[in-house]
């Protein structure tokens, strides 16, 4: 009897089968048409791989240094609201299984376990995901608990001024379900996410009491006054962006359009990735979300100047497939098919994937 997974898609479909459908709608789900969800996957299909041969490729090393934290494999945890959405235990078992397999892991803001509880499961390194919240009281105070519970990085997200208009949300009504809360925000602050308003979801309304549309380059200042932390801005597509990002002093960007639940029509992210690594200067990564689904996407994206990835979607696909032993295995197959990856492109480390590991893949404009 075959055992499985034996790839994402395999976990992919085991999540579907088991969630709620506006649930799986939620977490599946992207803004508008769904044009730039669709575009993010597809756009490594325009890239092909050129195998070196005859290299010694007996040890694959795929760890690394990021932001001063040693990793074992170039893969991180993307931020995302509410794990418990897929899996009881939720972020903590996430952050048991991250911390099993060497990567990052990016709590968010609306995570569904506290930021001590999630701490005290990781054993690898941990950074926190903010929005710019009205509440600026209440970011404070978020940015204090993180630096006491041993957050290592402070993650801004920056393409969320107002919530992405997300269609099946819409339709389904989609509200958290009793039960589950943004636990690190106080409960008031929280309230709309739980109703749904007509024609828009919980979350969509709750964004829009809750997100302070005026973020602007000056307010960095604020959050860098508060935090010694590396400051890391998430949303980062163009290299206007990637220029003023460097000036104001960011540790690195993380070059991704949320997923396609933001701005439907945005470029996918694998496109903007080469502009952005071009306006940054060396010393500032960029990391890179949007469609990775196999360890040669992440050998793709490393090749086009990515320091590392995040996955989003697949880390909640295996919590609702198998809880904690459902993100081992997401993250332990994007390790194998990683070494694989590297392995048969005569690529033995990181470094070596470089732009002449890729070719346009041939008729395809
Ligand atoms: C997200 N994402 C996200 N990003 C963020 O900065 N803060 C958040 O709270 C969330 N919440 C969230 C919930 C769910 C259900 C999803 C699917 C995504 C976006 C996330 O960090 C990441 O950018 C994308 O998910 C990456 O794309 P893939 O890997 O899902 O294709």
């Not at 990567?103 to 929005?131: C, D, H, K, M, N």
């Amino acid at each position: 009897m075959p055992v499985g997974p034996f790839t994402l898609a395999d976990v992919e479909r085991e999540a579907r089968a088991r969630l709620p459908s506006e649930v799986w709608d939620f977490i599946q789900g992207g803004s508008g048409s769904e044009r730039t969800l669709a575009a993010n996957a597809a756009q490594f299909g325009r890239y092909a791989l050129r195998p070196r041969t005859l290299v010694d490729v007996s040890a694959c090393d795929t760890g690394l240094d990021l932001l001063g934290s040693a990793l074992e494999l170039p893969v991180g945890v993307a931020p995302m609201a509410y794990h418990r959405l897929a899996d009881d235990e939720g972020e903590t078992a996430t952050a048991r299984a991250a911390g099993r397999a060497g990567a990052l892991l990016v709590a968010g803001i609306f995570a569904s376990r506290t930021l001590e509880e999630i701490a005290a499961a990781a054993t690898g390194p941990l950074w926190l995901q903010l929005y710019w919240l009205r509440r600026r009281d209440a970011l404070a105070a978020l940015v204090e608990r993180a630096e006491a519970a041993g957050y290592r990085a402070l993650v801004l997200t920056v393409d969320a001024p107002r919530v992405g208009r997300r269609l099946r949300d819409a339709r389904n009504g989609f509200a958290v379900p009793a039960g589950i809360r943004a636990v690190n925000l106080d409960p008031g602050l929280m309230a709309a996410s739980h109703r749904s308003a007509a024609g828009a979801s919980g979350i969509e309304s709750h964004a829009r009491e809750q997100f302070d549309p005026a973020l602007s380059w000056s307010d960095l200042a604020w959050l860098r006054e508060r935090s010694s932390l590396p400051l890391v801005l998430k949303g980062i597509l163009t290299a206007e962006d990637a220029r003023l990002a460097a000036e104001h002093g960011v540790a690195a960007v993380v070059v991704s359009n949320h997923g396609g639940r933001q701005l439907d029509g945005a470029l996918p992210s694998l496109a903007a990735l080469p502009e952005v690594v071009g306006a940054l200067p060396p010393e500032i990564p960029a990391l890179f979300d949007g469609g990775v689904r196999t360890g040669a996407d992440v050998a793709v994206a490393l090749a086009l100047g990515a320091r590392a990835v995040l996955v989003g979607r697949p880390v909640l696909w295996g919590l609702a497939a198998g809880g904690e032993a459902g993100v081992d295995a997401v993250l332990g197959l994007l390790r194998s098919e990683l070494e694989d990856a590297m392995a048969l492109l005569g690529r033995p480390a990181l470094r070596d994937l470089d732009r002449t590991t890729l070719a346009p893949w041939p008729g395809v404009p």
